[in-house]
């Protein structure tokens, strides 16, 4: 059985006024599973790799990281709750910080999944996906869509847009939406192999949360992922079948490579309707 979690980033952050920072471990956090615990680095890697020898002797870092683990694993029977989460995480200084919890979907074992997030977010130095690397899946989805609907386009089309998660006090940015019934916000991604199941597993929550209550200003809402395939960390075509069910149990549309693509272009020239006014592209 498939279970909601949340996960943090454990962070280090010596100087703030640099804002640089190295994620050093990872928190999960499963109300349904009473689970609560942390992986942290055991070793200066990281920390060493981005700050070299500028934290001079920095041995009191890695102790405290040490007593950090051990604090986690100590009290894993007390945290309850997401805000006893959060408070709990609050309490640690000495420059380290945590980010704000991101919903993940925990199957199975949660010790499982706790080191699978830990391996996706930091088993090596290749970032996390970033939305700054869809340009091209968004220029050439939108140039296709601006053709097929002419001037149509201005009237029926949001573009690069902030929705609210009220359950989340969150939001997320879409790239493309449009009406036809229900609010329709389009996201678009490249997946990794490395980084897809924790896109995937974030999306079908904030998706779930969508559809199940009314957006104070899209009314019913859907969301939509129009995603391709990295070229140099290629999803396994089974793996991407998989994914696609776990949307659209939890209510998300998704739409995959060319044929996608296309498949959502028609739907949305068939079917999208005038954008009321209070919509306004701002």
């Not at 449009?178 to 389009?186: D, H, K, M, P, S």
């Not at 924790?198 to 129009?226: D, Q, W, Y």
């Not at 549309?253 to 309707?273: C, K, M, P, V």
Request: net charge neutral; hydrophobic share 35%; with cysteine.
């Amino acid at each position: 059985m498939t279970h909601t979690g949340f996960y943090s980033i454990i962070q280090f952050c010596p100087d703030w006024q640099r804002l640089e920072v190295a994620n050093v471990g990872v928190v999960l956090f499963c109300e349904d599973l009473e689970y609560f615990r942390a992986k942290i680095e055991p070793g200066k890697g990281r920390i060493q790799q981005l700050f070299g020898n500028s934290l001079g002797n920095i041995d009191y870092v890695q102790r405290f990281k040490e007593d950090m683990q051990f604090a986690f694993d100590r009290d894993a029977q007390k945290v309850k709750t997401l805000d006893a989460m959060q408070e709990y995480c609050s309490q640690w200084v000495n420059h380290f910080v945590f980010t704000k919890p991101r919903p993940t979907l925990v199957p199975g074992d949660p010790g499982n999944s706790l080191n699978q997030l830990y391996e996706e977010l930091f088993a090596d130095t290749v970032p996390k996906i970033s939305r700054s690397r869809q340009p091209n899946i968004r220029g050439h989805f939108l140039k296709g869509l601006q053709k097929e609907m002419g001037a149509r386009f201005k009237k029926e089309i949001m573009t690069s847009f902030d929705v609210s998660v009220e359950n989340l006090g969150d939001k997320i940015r879409a790239d493309v939406g449009f009406q036809n019934g229900v609010f329709n916000a389009i996201r678009m991604q490249t997946l990794t192999q490395k980084h897809a199941r924790e896109f995937v597993c974030s999306e079908a929550f904030i998706g779930n949360l969508l559809f199940e209550t009314p957006h104070a200003r899209f009314g019913a809402m859907k969301l939509i992922l129009l995603c391709n395939n990295s070229n140099k960390d290629p999803v396994e075509h089974k793996q991407i079948k998989k994914f696609g069910e776990v949307l659209q149990a939890n209510q998300v549309g998704f739409y995959f490579g060319e044929n996608g693509q296309r498949e959502l272009h028609s739907i949305i020239r068939d079917t999208a309707h005038e954008l009321p006014a209070h919509y306004s592209n701002v």
